[in-house]
C-alpha cells in the first residue's frame, strides 16, 4: 500500500512539474473569459426586376439598387459600406394569347450593408423595408475593434499564468528561474447563443419580426476566450 502511495506521488510531481525529471521546467497555464457586446452588424438585402430582355431586366434592377444605395448613403452611411454581389439572371415563358407566348426575363441583385452605428440598425431596416426590395436576410453581428480585444485578452491571459506560476510554486515550494518558453495565445470571440445571424424578412410594407419580437436589432453578447501556456526552468538538485 505505501509503495503504490509513493507511486502515485512521483506521477503527481511529473505532472505538476512539467516533467521536471526530463526536461526540469515547470509549465503553467493562463485563462481570460469576458463577455462583450458587439457593436457592428451587416445585412443584405435582395432586389429583383423583370423584362422583355436580359438587358432590359438589368437595367431595371440597377436602377432600383442605385436608388437604395443613394437614399442609404444620403442618410449618412458611408460608400464604402455598400457594396453589390450576387449577380442571378433567369427567364420564363408566358402564354399571352392564343398561340403566342413571350419570355420574361428577371435579375436579381443583392447589396450588403455594413451599420458601424447600432442605434441606426432598425432606422435602416425600416427604411429599406420602404424601398423596393424584396427581402431582408443575414443579419449579422461582429465587433469593430478585433484587434484592441484580442490585445486585451492576450495580455489579461499571460498576466493571469504569472499569478499562477507565482502562487503553484510557493504551494510547491520551489523557486522558479527565467522564461524559457512562451506559446501564443489561443483567443476565440464567438456568439455565447452559437447562432451566428438572426433573420428578417420583409414584405412590401413592414419588417416581419420573428416570434420573440425584434430580436434582430438587439446587439449580440459575443464570449471572449483566451488562455496562454508559460514554460519556466527549475534550478537544478
Do not use: C, W
Amino acid at each position: 500500500m505505501k509503495r503504490k502511495l509513493v507511486i502515485g506521488i512521483i506521477i503527481l510531481q511529473a505532472a505538476l512539474f512539467g516533467q521536471r525529471s526530463n526536461s526540469n521546467n515547470f509549465s503553467v497555464s493562463g485563462v481570460f473569459q469576458e463577455t462583450i457586446l458587439s457593436d457592428r452588424a451587416q445585412l443584405s438585402v435582395r432586389i429583383t426586376a423583370d423584362g422583355s430582355t436580359l438587358v432590359d431586366a438589368t437595367k431595371r434592377v440597377n436602377e432600383k439598387a442605385n436608388d437604395i444605395a443613394e437614399t442609404l448613403i444620403d442618410g449618412g452611411l458611408s460608400k464604402e459600406n455598400v457594396y453589390s454581389s450576387k449577380f442571378r439572371s433567369s427567364s420564363k415563358q408566358i402564354e399571352r394569347f392564343v398561340f403566342t407566348d413571350s419570355r420574361v426575363f428577371k435579375v436579381q441583385v443583392s447589396l450588403h450593408i455594413t451599420i458601424d452605428d447600432l442605434e441606426t440598425l432598425e432606422p435602416t431596416i425600416l427604411k429599406l423595408s420602404e424601398l423596393e426590395v424584396d427581402e431582408i436576410y443575414n443579419i449579422k453581428y461582429s465587433i469593430k475593434d478585433m484587434d484592441s480585444i484580442k490585445e486585451k485578452a492576450s495580455i489579461a491571459a499571460i498576466m493571469n499564468a504569472k499569478e499562477n506560476a507565482k502562487k503553484y510554486s510557493e504551494i510547491l515550494g520551489v523557486e522558479i528561474g527565467p522564461l524559457v518558453r512562451f506559446e501564443q495565445p489561443s483567443i476565440q470571440i464567438n456568439p455565447i447563443d452559437r447562432v451566428s445571424r438572426n433573420q428578417v424578412t420583409v414584405t412590401a410594407e413592414r419588417p416581419m419580426p420573428n416570434k420573440k419580437g425584434y430580436l434582430a436589432y438587439l446587439p449580440k453578447p459575443m464570449k471572449v476566450n483566451a488562455s496562454v501556456r508559460l514554460t519556466y526552468s527549475l534550478p537544478d538538485e
